[in-house]
């Protein structure tokens, strides 16, 4: 199956292997969500699972993160979400001192289904921009993303400036990136762990409409 070569190939690294598949897969009339969450979303939350059990390093996260975005490149004109209703509003974005923006992409070409008004912030985020956002946005939801274990704290300082500034109640807090895991999401405060975006997906499919009218109580 068409899928699992391009999976493969996301977790080998190889771009021009996965622009190609994913070429031939569109031309044959391959649905292109299918083609992202069974090829290329696939592949990469391999890639992640490896990671989290040290079996690759960095830069071969990276390949196979550069290999996906070249499928991407071909899938993400083809995508056509069911139009909803919006419902709510997500705030995302990698924590400070971190570039990386693969698992954090990832989540939000997947969650867009759901009818969240998704803002995206980035790289590199300080908790001033993470505050600043919810606040201006009046997101239900704040989504973090770390790569790197060094990084991880900062998710923790997010938290902390929430609750300094009164802005906690009512806000889910969610966490996740290939080092982070249901424990650490616990000892920092996180209300949610997604281990792969296919998790975030299934929990805002649940529970969306509900934390939005949450929220709206809460505030």
Same mark, same amino acid.
């Given at each position: ?17 996965? *622009? ?21 979303? #696939? ?11 040290? $079996? ?5 996260? #990276?390949?196979?993160?550069?290999? *996906? ?15 909803? !209703? ?25 969650? *867009? ?15 001033? !921009? ?21 990084? *991880? ?14 802005? $906690? ?16 999401? !616990? ?26 009218? $949450? ?5």
């Amino acid at each position: 199956m068409i899928y699992a070569e391009i999976a493969d190939k996301v977790k080998n690294g190889e771009a021009e292997a996965v *622009m190609e598949l994913c070429c031939k897969a569109v031309a044959q009339g391959y649905p292109a969500l299918a083609i992202l969450e069974k090829g290329l979303i #696939l592949g990469m939350d391999q890639v992640a699972d490896k990671y989290s059990h040290r $079996r690759v390093i960095v830069p071969e996260v #990276l390949m196979s993160a550069r290999a *996906m975005h070249a499928g991407l490149s071909v899938v993400e004109p083809h995508l056509k979400y069911k139009a909803k !209703r919006q419902t709510g509003t997500i705030v995302i974005g990698t924590v400070a001192g971190d570039l990386h923006d693969i698992g954090k992409n990832l989540v939000k070409l997947t969650v *867009m289904s759901t009818g969240a008004h998704i803002v995206d912030l980035g790289i590199d985020v300080t908790p001033h !921009r993470f505050l600043q956002a919810v606040e201006k946005y009046k997101a239900e939801i704040l989504m973090m993303a770390a790569l790197l274990t060094t990084t *991880m704290p900062g998710m923790k300082k997010v938290i902390n400036a929430l609750e300094e500034a009164g802005m $906690r109640k009512g806000l889910i807090v969610a966490v996740g990136g290939a080092p982070v895991d249901e424990a650490f999401a !616990r000892v920092i405060g996180a209300d949610c762990y997604f281990k792969c975006a296919k998790d975030a997906k299934s929990f805002l499919d649940h529970n969306l409409n509900k934390i939005v009218l $949450r929220r709206k109580l809460a505030t």
